[in-house]
């Protein structure tokens, strides 16, 4: 079904919703947008670098065998 929407459709479709929402709106829709999305890289290499450091931090806990006398 959306394939066959094509340039004059999607054109059709910008300009209904530039009207409906007008230039405003919009603009501080995808401002809001935009700082969605830095804020959940951030967070992922947040995520990312506190694993690598749990991960460095990691000891040893193999099992050491005591000598049998």
Known sequence: MLNNIGLPGILLIAV???VL???GKISSLMGEV?????SFKK???EGTKEFEDEAAEAKDITPV???KA
């Open 21 to 23: 929402f007008g230039r």
């Open 16 to 18: 209904v919703v530039l």
């Open 43 to 45: 967070g992922i290499n």
């Open 65 to 67: 065998e005591k000598d």
């Open 34 to 38: 935009g700082k969605g999305i830095t």
